[in-house]
């Protein structure tokens, strides 16, 4: 059996990583002990939390260490096991390595169907990112018919999701993107009502106000930053806020001074809410259950950006700060074995 490659951050980053701060390394493909099955990477997903934890810094998850293999979502295949809990050949999802083999236990990984839908959505539309957004959007920005949702970092894996939920929810939906060809596919395919291209919108503030005639009522807010400030001065009485991901923050090599919104937050009874997905472990089945049922009837769609090789994994990721990616960012790592 072949060597198993791994990428290992061996330096902390000081605004935009780059090559010098991650490392291609090598070694045996790692024997299995009973109770224990092997897994062989099919995708890796690239994530833009994964920046945060580059930081030596308290976080909701703790910090990568230094000269230690990276981990997020992975999809794979299980190539060996001595356990009851898999066979070879299954198909499962779980927080692992980015290398080409990990060794788990049972309750480690999560076994997919691939007759239900292509793998890859487990790190996608049926995973992380899709029930971010359902959770995000429903439990904290509760849209209404009617009402106008704003979504910034339209484009991505998660504002894609938000925005086919709050039109099923009878929502205005207002994304943010960065590109014509990002707010054609948004419009076109995905139903968005009206797309801001931030990039060639000039004044942020002036084109917002232009989008949003009759104010904002839910906005999900995945990049913060200045477009953050231009949506939050629209906002209307008790709006809701969920707060997603900061992007626009991330690579910033001073603290970022923005307006202080508490003032409007109290005039407008507004809710801005910070969360995280895994506030929600409890209820992932009913996330889980509306999103298939939705894809299932073709009430929802998705697009994967899938970058071939497991050499290309640092290009994949820091594509997603150059706006690189519309829908998720994966990383074909290896074909699945045909079983019989």
């Not at 239900?116 to 959505?121: E, F």
């Not at 960012?329 to 074995?337: D, S, T």
Request: charged fraction near 25%; hydrophobic fraction near 40%; include cysteine.
């Amino acid at each position: 059996m072949k060597n198993n490659r791994q990428i290992r951050l061996i330096s902390r980053p000081q605004g935009m990583p780059g090559k010098q701060n991650f490392e291609f390394t090598e070694s045996e493909v790692p024997a299995i002990e009973e109770g224990q099955a092997l897994v062989r990477t099919l995708y890796l997903s690239v994530d833009p939390y994964m920046r945060g934890r580059m930081n030596d810094q308290k976080s909701y998850v703790p910090p990568y260490k230094v000269g230690e293999i990276i981990t997020g979502g992975v999809v794979g295949q299980i190539a060996e096991s001595r356990t009851s809990e898999f066979n070879k050949g299954d198909y499962v999802v779980g927080n692992l390595g980015w290398q080409e083999y990990s060794v788990v236990k049972a309750g480690q990984v999560t076994k997919v169907d691939p007759s239900l839908a292509p793998v890859t959505t487990a790190l996608g539309i049926l995973g992380m990112p899709g029930l971010t957004a359902y959770f995000g959007l429903l439990d904290i920005g509760q849209p209404k018919e009617g009402e106008t949702v704003v979504v910034s970092g339209a484009a991505g894996a998660v504002g894609t999701a938000v925005g086919q939920i709050a039109k099923l929810k009878g929502a205005r939906v207002v994304g943010i993107a960065g590109s014509e060809e990002k707010a054609e596919y948004l419009k076109n395919e995905l139903g968005f009502d009206v797309v801001v291209n931030y990039r060639s919108a000039g004044d942020i503030h002036a084109a917002m106000k232009e989008a949003c005639p009759d104010g904002v009522d839910v906005y999900f807010d995945n990049v913060g930053g200045e477009i953050s400030d231009a949506v939050l001065s629209l906002i209307n009485k008790g709006a809701r806020i969920p707060l997603c991901g900061q992007i626009a923050l991330y690579n910033l090599e001073k603290p970022d001074n923005g307006p202080r919104i508490q003032g409007r937050l109290l005039t407008n009874s507004a809710l801005m809410k910070g969360f995280i997905v895994g506030d929600y472990s409890a209820r992932y089945p009913e996330g889980m259950k509306d999103l298939a049922s939705w894809l299932k009837a073709g009430k929802l769609k998705y697009r994967e950006n899938i970058v071939e090789g497991f050499d290309q994994t640092i290009e994949a990721f820091l594509g997603l700060f150059k706006g690189e990616n519309t829908g998720k960012q994966l990383v074909k790592v290896a074909e699945a074995e045909k079983t019989s």
